[in-house]
């Protein structure tokens, strides 16, 4: 550079630019275990959603004590926001007794906060009543007061057909009422058929179904195996019994595996005796599938009474478990139904029963007069032995 020359240096501006606030509160869904029903405790949880910056601070209590036995989780950021959670163990005996939980999370900009509410299952007092004036029309009225929680349904049957609802039926909105035991619910259905539909042999049924209200769960029984010489074949039998409602879902296992086509299987359709439902189902197989070698066969039964920890009934038999099987008249009262539905299943084994039926019959009668004759012997002939 020659000396008398001059640079020019470049002019920095410093700008000030404002940052925009962007921190925002946390929004808490308070959230609940649905778990076991027999447990003593309760797992209550608090999500924080939607907050910034990370930093959040939660605090539980109690009917106003605080708790601090608690576990908080780190946040997880996602879009520029984030999400947090904190857990607590409380005794069961606390939530029935109504006592109050809060969860409350905090942050910089704010709080938000969980309340914890259990609704109780409540079923209903069912009352039908039915009016006849002799006209054209016959109403029949069915009333459920005081259940919970809010969601219900009716459904009206005409000799166990549904009737659908937007041929004869009406409904009321469901009210409530509050209670010390919280809210119960009543609510109404009508149905309205022509005279000439209500004869002696029609039966109508009103049902209600409220959620969570659970029926009786299914007994299960896996009977004896059924031999069919003829064929080489094998039937299994599991008969479930006694539940309600009448959706059921029965599926067979093969050493734990899903039985697949090699088998056959058939469950009926439930039968309704005494309010409650009962089905059967089979699993057919040949001679060498049933005397393979420790397959053991399953039944399982899925119904919508069974709970969240128990999910399904399971009963199992094998070749060589069933040689020591004890059967056991356990009076299942099996309903006259069943034969009828099953008439068509039946008449296809007749010929395969009709021989060892016969041979069994004549072996019968033939022990029984060599037994008279021999009796008849001994009485004439006192000392003659045979």
Known sequence: MSAGSHVACPTLTAHQQSVPDTSSKPTVFPLMQCGSETANTVTLGCLATGFSPSSVTYAWSKAGTALTDFIQYPPVEKSGVYTGISQIKVNKEDLDAKQPFKCIASNTAGEGEGIFIVTRKTSPTLKVFSSCDGGEEVSFSCFAKDFAPKQYEFKWLKNDGVIPHDTYVDQTPAKEKKTENGTLY???????????????????????????????????FMLPPLEHT?????????????????????SWLVDDEKADSKYGFHTTKPVENQGSYSAYSQLSLSFEQWNKSDAVFSCVVYHESLTNTTKAIVRSIGSKTSQNINLVNLNMNIPETYFTQWSDALEAEKDNMAEPALTFILLFLITLLFTIATTAFKVMNPHVWI
């Open 230 to 250: 003829r064929k080489e074949m094998v039937t299994l039998s599991c008969y479930v019994k006694d539940f309600y409602p009448k959706e059921v879902y029965v």
């Open 186 to 220: 009543s609510a109404a259905s009508f149905l309205t058929v022509p005279a000439s539909e209500w004869t002696q042999d029609t039966k109508y049924v009103c049902e209600f179904k409220g959620k969570g209200m659970k029926g009786p769960r299914p007994s299960v």
